[in-house]
Structure formats: structure tokens, C-alpha cells
């Protein structure tokens, strides 16, 4: 399974962006799927994921301003990102599991799951 990100960019505070994950080689079906960051200075975190359940877990710091999302007809998936803030600046990274797991366990960083990542792409909140 192969992942590219798009969607960073530069944005004010206040904003919104939408990250995509587009994935080839394999079809969605089945995988866990998530959202991570590595914001300057600090470790990779768990940001939204979503389980092979379908129910989904998001981090405390950006709940009620992002979604993840799916779209199989496309085998993308999405990080809708409202409200952004300067703290929210990082290279974000989709990645999937092709296993039975929780999304909360699809979040949890580090993991023992054997995870496909992107390349990561940048989003820089500043005015």
C-alpha cells in the first residue's frame, strides 16, 4: 500500500485546510486508517484514526475542530482541520493498518502494528 498526502499549506490562525490521503496498490477495505503529527521539537502524536470498526478516536487538542473522513469510491481518505492555531503547525502523516484494531489503538504512537505511512506534508499556522 502506497500513501501520498497533499492539502499543507500556510494558513492564519482561524482557518481551515483539508489534508488528503490518496492510497494505491490496495483498496481501503479493511484498513485501520489514521492521522499522525510531528510538530518542531516535539514527537510523532496521534491525531484522528479511525478503526477497522469504523468508529473513530481524535486527540484531545484538536477535538471539535477536526474530522477524519473516507471516501472508498476515491480510496482517499481526509483530515478536515477547522479553527487551526499557531500549536497546530507540523508535518502531518497519513498512515493505515491492514489489521483488527481499535482506532483508539491505531492512534496510540509508539505501537506495535505494522503501519503504511505518507511522506508527510506541511501545515504552518501563523499570521
Known amino acids: 500500500l502506497q500513501l501520498v498526502e497533499s492539502g499543507g499549506d500556510l494558513v492564519q490562525p482561524g482557518g481551515s485546510l483539508r489534508l488528503s490521503c490518496a492510497a494505491s496498490?490496495?483498496?481501503?477495505?479493511?484498513?485501520?486508517l489514521g492521522w499522525f503529527r510531528r510538530a518542531p521539537g516535539k514527537t510523532l502524536e496521534g491525531v484522528s484514526c479511525v478503526g477497522s470498526g469504523g468508529r473513530t478516536n481524535t486527540a484531545d487538542s484538536v477535538k471539535g475542530r477536526f474530522t477524519i473522513s473516507r471516501d472508498n469510491s476515491k480510496n482517499t481518505f481526509f483530515l478536515q482541520m477547522n479553527s487551526l492555531q499557531p500549536e497546530d503547525t507540523a508535518t502531518y502523516f497519513c498512515?493505515?493498518?491492514?489489521?483488527?484494531?481499535?482506532?483508539?489503538?491505531?492512534?496510540?504512537?509508539?505501537?506495535?502494528?505494522?503501519?503504511?505511512w505518507g511522506q508527510g506534508t506541511q501545515v504552518t499556522v501563523s499570521s
Open positions: 498512515a493505515a493498518a491492514y489489521a483488527v484494531v481499535s482506532a483508539q489503538n491505531m492512534c496510540m504512537i509508539p505501537s506495535p502494528l505494522a503501519r503504511d
Open positions: 496498490g490496495s483498496t481501503l477495505d479493511g484498513y485501520a
